[in-house]
């Protein structure tokens, strides 16, 4: 009883140690206050500001830019990273570990690691850095990650049915978008949305390839802020709308992937 109780009460201070930076964000999203920490009284204002006409037009820009380069970015990586995964299921066991190997290495290197070696690859082909050279590297350092997250679907999967299915006639395509596809689609959904979190996530590798023309996303943007001695307040009620709408995702695929489980 006693290590129950214990074992209770140290889950629930880590969930407070985690959680309780984000519950101050969206505490001090609610009052005028520029510095967080001053409480000065309920207000929606800087939720209003935010949303108002040209009164942050750089903080909104940074913020379409991030999301576009994140949409993009995933949707490609999903596609290539669901190609790579078909394919490489079909190789040999003995191949198949190596691949997994060559596979992991982008993952398991630092963040800089793979800006530098993008910077200097885009510098060496004379490529001028700006938007296409950000969604280039994004796509470059989700990819990966997609792979394993569709990987263990294929495993999971019935290695006959794809066999079945041109038995009975069905060409290599339809049988991969009628077949594999709907088995495998967990996955695929779960690599999208690791990969946009990334993307949105992304610092170092989006500083070494963003360029000097005045592109910005949410991460530079912040950081640039912060040199300058302060963040603009209008990034708490921004931080509080983007964790909600992933905390509403997350209930929904969860959901929807417990229904599924029941049926």
Known sequence: MVKKILAHGYLW???LLLY????IIM?????????LGNWSGFSTKLYTSLFATGTHHSLANALINTITIGIIAAAVSTLLGTITAIGAYSLRPGSRKVFSFVNNIPILNGDIIIGISLFLLFVSWGISQGYITVVLAHITFCTPYVVLSVLPRLKQMNPN???AALDLGATPMQALRKVIVPEILPGMISG???AFTLSIDDFAVTVFTIGNEGLETLSTYIY???RKGGLTPELRPLSTIIFIAVLVLLIIINRRAGKKKEA
């Not at 505490?27 to 510095?35: D, G, L, M, W």
């Open 20 to 23: 309780s930076p984000i519950i």
């Open 192 to 194: 999208f949305i690791l």
């Open 161 to 163: 049915i794809y066999e």
């Open 27 to 35: 505490i001090y999203s609610f009052t005028e206050a520029k510095v």
């Open 13 to 15: 201070l880590l969930l």
């Open 224 to 226: 640039s802020d912060a």
